[in-house]
């Protein structure tokens, strides 16, 4: 850490010739031998020397107690504090930051040597010839400082000790020892609207002790809100890596002391503390063999009797940004070590009520399963500044079109515009009775498919991370429905007839939640350790599945079965098998490769496949339906990593970036047939490689779109089109509409065909 000295003393003599001179031997401020108010330049310096003469002029007057000044040097901000104790100023120098760091703490001066010393610097600094507006400031700051004071004298601070024992548990006790500043409410001005990110308001100097299997280290004259600060930014940290299942290792220095944490592979975790011009390799004390979720509980409890010990001792705290960051972190850890150590898993007795819903039955018609080749022949085309491709989708005789400035309707068969509704959204949702409209700052909006008019407006909380969420619930029996996210925490059902929000499901902490519904049940699941199951008519708990690993919303329906992925983007994953309707666990497998983030396991009638994926590129392992055996694996290089996956009857097929088109057996993983299609340049990828699985056809996006027969690869036929097919559609009768990220939309449908009649 560098070497920092703060002097505050009568100007020397002979005083050193620079523009600078007036703050010379007023406030030195020195960091490794340079003087910081000699690098912050002439403008801020003068500004410093104001400011510190009006907040000593008001600290004599009595009109406030303390005062903070900034002081920028060499990208690093600080602070200077000052505090009035009866005839004394208390002076504070510090870095302000993530990271903070205490030069001078609490050093005495004497009040009316320092008035004396920054009149006589303002005094000198003018008589050298300053910028009117200098000049103007520094003039109003000397007749302050001048002005006779009133005859009270200040009373001394009152301080108090306080022993905080954190609720320690008896695996691992931290308290710590302080004193603090005492004001009592009564004493207290009234609280303003505004808060404020003052760390001068919460040093002190105190003590931090840590406990732990009959050993203990104790930490004296360090800045126990430091420490305790960063002992719970380790614990953040401790508690994701227990959820993902990884090591870790972090080592800081802060407050006087240093911390450092590691968790091994094999789960255990140990804390050593130490001094900070301690040895870091052979002085301090290490805690070994702990649990993290010890670790965690003792760090979030000690702040939280911190933040109420000094609440009591001066309740105008609760508008200090940095005590309320820390409570609002200690309340995050508080709700993540319950959601991990919780073990409500919970089923459904009455599985019945919810199988007779079942699940959509799936159109076997498929026209082109056998038969000759496909022509295809352009209808419109339609140019869309700012296109919105997640936004853009067919619904029946519409093609809606979703873009930065408005919402468009086009007739599917000739292309003319029916409406435009304007204003950008945050996603299009379709619906029986229209196009819900979900906008950035939570609004839902339905507007009419037929006509454009607004059916009804309804205002959310906006979504803060992981964009739009939804389900749609439209089956017989069952209420018009549409499920969204909501908030940071919350998923939320409108009623889609009168646009009344019929119940709320909030969670205990925030979650980026991903939904799919079966039947009459929700599936919920994103960044959290459960994956439940909600009534879509009620919002009630049908039933709940717990595990130490988050799920990643990346859920699989199929007839009696759902499939789920857990785990982060680094550490282990895990598969689960869990029966759709009781919520009872079928099984569950670890995965040794990486799962592609986002991608549901793709589910056939006797396997489970999970695509793979790292620096390799993609592959895929493929498990038994009933049991949760290996069956084959082809591991990450078989095709590039961008790949989209699609599975069907018996066959996986997989549609690469690199122009490749393979299919997999799905009981054994022999590859059926590929097809290797060309592009004239690398920029001519299209931006979703998703298959379009349409009466019996597979619509392909490459350069351009191809149609193969998946049961054995035959090439049925291409759309003469020279857009790339970064969005692709295909509707009930195998017209295709193509939409480029430039802008443009074209719509073509199939030729008619020639067959013999015999």
Known sequence: MSAIEVVVRPRPEPSPVSALEPLYGLLDVIVDGVNITARVGESQSLSLLADLGQATAELSRGQRERAVLPLYADEEAWEIGLEADGPDVLLSVYRVGPYPHVAVHDRRVDLVALRTAVARAITDARTRGLAPRSERALERVARDLGTPWPSSVRRPLEMRNVSIAGRASTALALTAELCLRQRPRAATREVSEVERADLHALLCSGSITAKARRRDV???????????????????????????????????????????????????????????????????????????????????????????????????????????????????????????????????????????????????????????????????????????????????????????????CLESGSGRVLWKVAGPSFGNVATPLGIARLHADGRVELVELETGETRFVTRLKPRATGGAAGALVNAHGLPRLLVVGEGDRSVTALDLVSGEVRWRYTARRPASYRLRRAGKLLLVAGGDSALIALDVATGELVWRVRDRLPFSGAISVHKDAAFALAGGPIGPSRLFHVDLWSGSLKWSRDLEERPVAGQAPLVTANAIIVPVRDRRGSGAVAYDRETGEARWTHEPGLASAVTAWLALDDVLVANSASGVLFCLDADTGVVRYNHVFSRHVEADKPRRLEPVLRNGALFVPQHQVQVVRPRDGELLGAIPSDLIPDLLRVDEHCSVYIAEESGHVAAFGVAPKLALVR
């Open 218 to 408: 104790r930490l004296d004259g360090v800045h126990p809100f430091l420490v305790v600060e960063r002992l719970v930014a380790l614990a953040e940290e401790v508690l994701e890596a227990f959820r993902l299942g990884r090591a870790l290792f972090r080592r800081v220095s802060v407050g006087g002391v240093q911390l450092a944490v590691q968790r091994s592979p094999t789960g255990k975790l140990s804390l050593t503390l130490a001094n900070r011009d301690a040895d870091r390799d052979t002085e301090g004390v290490t805690l070994t063999e702990l649990s993290p979720t010890h670790f965690v509980t003792a760090a979030f409890r000690l702040a939280h009797e911190l933040c109420e010990a000094w609440l009591e001792a001066d309740p105008s705290q609760s508008r200090n940004l940095r005590l309320t960051a820390l409570a609002g972190a200690a309340d995050e850890l508080e709700a993540g070590v319950a959601d991990i150590t919780a073990e409500d898993s919970l089923t459904n007795p009455e599985p019945e009520r919810y199988r007779a819903f079942g699940l959509p039955r799936v159109d076997d018609r498929a026209i082109w399963e056998h038969g000759g080749k496909m022509r295809f022949q352009p209808r419109w085309v339609a140019t869309v500044p700012n296109i919105d491709l997640a936004a853009t989708f067919h619904c029946g005789s519409r093609f809606v079109i979703g873009s930065q400035r408005e919402t468009s």
